[in-house]
């Protein structure tokens, strides 16, 4: 998975150089398609890799969690 998103990524911003530098009829496109598959392939598939093992409850703003917080600045000081 970790190869797949490095190959997308450097495949979204190579069709966003290509686009850029190659004056043709067709360059936009390379720019529209890098971006696209920038934000509709790579992002996702990053964000899903990076997550997929996290328990979304550690992040959140519960009571439980604020308690620890509270107890943790206490020890701090």
Request: aromatic fraction near 6%; charged fraction near 40%; avoid cysteine.
């Given at each position: 998975m970790k190869y797949l998103i490095i190959f997308l990524s450097?495949?979204?911003v190579g069709s966003?150089?290509?686009?850029l530098m190659v004056e043709t009829e067709y360059?936009?496109?390379f720019i529209g398609f890098g971006t696209m598959?920038?934000?509709v392939l790579v992002f996702p598939l990053f964000a899903y890799y990076r997550w997929?093992?996290?328990d979304f409850?550690?992040?959140?703003?519960?009571?439980?969690?604020l308690d620890k917080m509270r107890?943790?600045?206490?020890?701090n000081f």
């Open positions: 450097i495949a979204a966003i150089a290509v686009g360059s936009q496109k598959g920038l934000f997929k093992d996290k409850r550690d992040y959140m703003l519960t009571k439980e969690n107890d943790k600045e206490k020890h």
